[in-house]
């Protein structure tokens, strides 16, 4: 960890401290995220979720690992550093965000969205303090909850921040999918237009109460399986009769109004995909980025915690591959992620252990 200067702690969270740091090298800004849990081999670093995850999750919305340093058993992973995360971005600004930015701001996260679904991945704790912001740009980040969508149930429900939860989650469904960052999103968009969480509720109970609040009582027809769900946990939903979204965000157009009401849906299959989502008219006229990578984002040094030995041999595969592919995209320095073999490659980082 000699190469960074600590500058500033910038974040706390369940799981670790995050510094801003300069790689004295090269003068580089980063964020250190040492983790609190001790890790006694490179297996335990490279199986940590937030690694699999990331190492997967090569996209412009999502925030780049750039390195993972292991040092007397503690966990460094270092960050492209942003300028901080929407929350604090949204406090210092104290003023509403205009349509056009929440429009801008959204499209990104849903970008990020739609590649993590598509590697297979969901987030599970979508929230304002995980989106961090630079310019104007959006990150997704804080992938420590994140997991396979074909990873085994039950998930645990150890929840950090509830405000963004789904119903299914409170209501300990066995299984659930990406769905759920949907519902998050949802519920962060509308908290866009008013600058209030739209479920702050200090309890799991409580953020279900407001839940029904505002979309209403669940019937048999606006969420058949989440009945069941209530009944076997002993749930009875409060009744209330639901409140109208343009109501809620008097501000907000009917485009946005329609996309917040079909993400905040009861019933998980009824909330569009972040694909779909992309597509909603709230985004006419956004300019959709290509699923491209750049080949140097993917070189990034993500095996430090490896033995040397192991990472010599993959980084000379790595440059094998990276020339190879240079040749095949004449003069273009970018390719389709899921045509990109070191992308593919980096999936199983142990592959040259074998
Ligand atoms: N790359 C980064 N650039 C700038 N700030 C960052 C970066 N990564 C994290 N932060 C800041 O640090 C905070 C905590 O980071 P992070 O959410 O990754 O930690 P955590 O322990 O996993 O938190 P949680 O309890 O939410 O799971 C973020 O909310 C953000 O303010």
Redo the contacts with the bound molecule.
């Keep these: 960890m000699e190469k960074y200067e600590r500058i500033m702690e ?7 401290v ?1 510094w ?1 740091a300069m790689n004295k090298q090269t003068g580089e800004l980063v ?1 250190i ?1 040492k983790l609190i849990q001790e890790y006694h081999t490179a297996e335990d670093c490279m199986n940590l979720r937030e690694v699999k995850s990331l190492i997967m999750a090569n996209h412009p919305n999502i ?1 780049k690992l750039k390195e993972i340093i292991r040092e007397n058993n503690t966990l460094f992973l270092i ?7 929407l929350y ?1 971005f949204t406090v210092a600004r104290m003023k509403l965000f205009s349509e056009t930015e929440i429009r801008n701001l959204c499209f990104q996260i849903f970008q990020g969205l739609a590649h993590m679904h598509h590697k297979g991945y969901f987030h599970r ?1 979508l929230k304002p ?2 989106l ?1 912001v630079s310019n104007n740009l959006v990150k997704i ?2 992938l ?2 994140a997991r396979e969508m074909n990873g085994k149930p039950p998930y645990t429900h150890n929840v ?2 509830l405000w963004y939860h789904a119903p299914e989650v409170f209501l300990r469904a066995p299984y659930y999918n990406s769905s759920v960052d949907m519902w998050a999103a949802g519920a962060i968009i509308a908290e866009l237009f008013t600058n209030q969480p739209l479920f702050q509720g200090s309890s799991e109970s409580d953020v279900m109460y407001k839940i029904c609040r505002v979309l209403g009582t669940p019937t048999e027809s606006t969420w058949f399986s989440g009945l069941d769900l209530a009944r076997n946990i002993c749930y009875r939903f409060p009744d209330f009769p639901g409140v109208r979204f343009s109501e809620l965000l008097p501000t907000a157009s009917s485009d946005a109004v329609n996309l917040i009401a079909s993400l905040l849906s009861w019933c998980p299959c009824e909330r569009p995909t972040a694909m779909q989502a992309l597509q909603h008219p709230f985004f006419h006229g956004c300019y959709r980025m290509p699923p491209t990578v750049r080949l140097e984002d993917t070189c990034c040094n993500i095996l430090n915690s490896v033995p040397l030995v192991f990472r010599i041999a993959r980084q000379r595969e790595l440059l094998k591959e990276t020339r190879s592919l240079r040749s095949c995209v004449s003069g273009s320095e970018r390719v389709d992620a899921s045509e990109d073999p070191i992308h593919k490659l980096l999936l199983n980082p142990f592959v040259f252990l074998k």
């Design positions: 910038i974040g706390r969270g369940a799981y670790g995050v801003k964020a995220k925030v960050f492209e550093c942003m300028e901080c995360d604090k704790d303090e995980n961090l980040s804080d420590g909850m950090t921040t």
